[in-house]
């Protein structure tokens, strides 16, 4: 008997959130972003016991970074995911979603990141407009989306993305959300060229992944994983010295008025 379509749709994002969890702490894509937004974060001397806020922590993976950085609190929409951040015991993990639903009324925080969350939202000026009321005066957002919509592929697909961004449309939505841009910059740079061929081979050859969990996620055999780690980290190098000029994702740092 046939499985009907939308359990199966449901059970698909099951199974990636479980993949997720797997891979966060492992993949090589996981784990040099994570040392690339450390750098970041590093870079903005945050008081001490900065109050830091994660909006949409997906299954928790940047948890444990934010909070070498200060007090983290952090929400999540999708249940599943928020099973497994809660699992790591750093912090209580609330519902909640962008723009008007964010469980932290009367907070206010020297720092607010929102890594890969606002290409989901229809209103990313009204999401980050949310998140403004929820900073400190001068307090910091730092952001990531992917980029290029010319790479959209299957991936952008199972995560529910809206769009990708151009930095200069991200610069223009974080600036109509009241906020002033203090640096942007694409990275993944090193790997673009790859990811941009892979992707578009995939549109020539018609390759059909409706019926499968994101490959995106598949982790490569352990000297490929290192290495990969190794190089796409090392950008964490250069993006406080260079705007890189192109890269499969885009990052900005901005402060409130």
Not at 23 to 29: L, N
Request: net charge positive; hydrophobic share 45%.
């Amino acid at each position: 008997m046939p499985v009907p379509q939308e359990k199966h749709f449901i059970d698909m994002e099951k199974d990636f959130y479980f993949q997720y969890a797997a891979m966060e702490d492992k993949h090589w894509w996981f784990i040099g972003r994570r040392r690339i937004l450390d750098k970041v974060i590093r870079q903005l001397n945050l008081p001490s016991n900065a109050k830091i806020l994660e909006a949409g922590c997906g299954t928790g993976g940047n948890l444990q970074m934010l909070a070498r950085h200060g007090q983290v609190e952090a929400m999540e929409l999708e249940e599943t995911a928020r099973t497994f951040a809660n699992q790591r015991q750093i912090t209580t993990v609330k519902a909640g979603s962008l723009p008007d639903k964010i469980p932290f009324e009367n907070e206010k925080y020297d720092l607010i990141v929102a890594f890969d969350v606002i290409e989901h939202i229809d209103d990313d000026v009204a999401a980050l407009e949310a998140l403004r009321t929820h900073l400190k005066p001068g307090g910091w957002l730092v952001l990531t989306v992917p980029a290029f919509q010319f790479l959209w592929s299957h991936h952008d697909d199972i995560n529910h993305h809206r769009r990708r961004y151009h930095l200069k449309g991200l610069q223009q939505v974080v600036r109509k959300a009241d906020f002033a841009v203090h640096y942007s910059t694409y990275f993944n740079t090193f790997l673009f060229p790859v990811v941009a061929a892979v992707r578009n081979a995939q549109k020539l050859l018609r390759i059909d992944h409706k019926s499968q969990i994101s490959s995106d996620l598949t982790l490569p055999s352990a000297p490929v994983n290192k290495f990969l780690t190794f190089l796409f980290a090392t950008e964490g190098h250069l993006i406080n010295k260079f705007r890189l000029p192109f890269g499969v994702s885009a990052l900005l740092v901005g402060h409130k008025i």
